[in-house]
């Protein structure tokens, strides 16, 4: 246990060292928000882009990963849905935002040093198969569950998921994937100036990202209804990874470490995502937005308590 601690505590120490900055104002307040788009639309699309031009033959079908982590997402959507309904007795109108923020993870600035960290190069191009499925697969789910809490089924919940759907084609994460992968196809190869530039900065985007994200941290308040953060730390940090790792390894045949990737990129805290997706419709803004912060802190235990057990279970974390 103490050796993965001390895998992922780097990690968690860059996230304190930017909270700490922005807290004491060492940082000005404007630098998270801006560093976390420098990363989110040049840095992080040159790693993947590099990850999928470079790649090898896929160990298996990508669609048996995006299967068991699109079940998994259906399987805690569902349970977080009834429990706002029916534990909570919240309006059928805040569901989606909860059962968002019970799945949406921070698989992006937090995801990727800590997977690349446990599995090494080999888990490159699950990480990319999964930030791709993320972003595509929630966000129109929530869109149209929240379209269909307040208006019901209509032109408008369609159309307001096809709007959805072509913001996301816009998105530089996906675009870095689809354009990577292309890429490959075409036997081009990347010339070695380029494969320089590109490394360069991509090896910038774990550092920048980490820091980015504690100095955004440091904005979100802890205010809510506190059974509600707890239904979505909850979910988020235990329910989710143990699904998508049963489905992983019992339903879908993932190899170990397709299998570790899945159950590590959905231990993630809450991601950012969630609280925008919450102030966008104005529902449940509080218990997230104390949910993103909050299970943050709290992931530094999960996640090693995550990479234990799958050490436990014989899947190759690295160590």
Known sequence: ?????MLVAPVFGLIAIGWCANRVRYIPD??????????FKILIPALLFRAMATMAPPAQSPWLLAGAYAAGVIIIWIAASLATLLALSRPAADAPAVAFASVFGNGLLLGIPVILSAFGPEAATPIAILVTCDSILLWMLGTLHMELALRGV????LASTARTVL???????????IIGTLWRWSGFGLPEVLDKLILLLGGAAIPVSLTAL????????LIGQTPTLLLIVLLKLIAFPAVALWLGITVFGLTPVWAGVLAVFT???VGANAFIFASRYERAVGSVSAAVAVSTVIAVMTVTATLA?????GLPVRV
């Open 1 to 5: 246990m103490l050796a993965i601690f």
């Open 30 to 39: 404007e630098a998270g928000p801006l560093l976390s788009q420098f990363a």
């Open 154 to 157: 209509g032109i408008g919940s």
């Open 167 to 177: 913001d996301l084609l816009r998105n530089p994460i996906i675009a870095a994937v």
């Open 214 to 221: 504690g100095m955004t941290l440091a904005r979100y308040k």
């Open 267 to 269: 231990s993630m805290p």
């Open 309 to 313: 057990v799958l050490q436990t279970l």
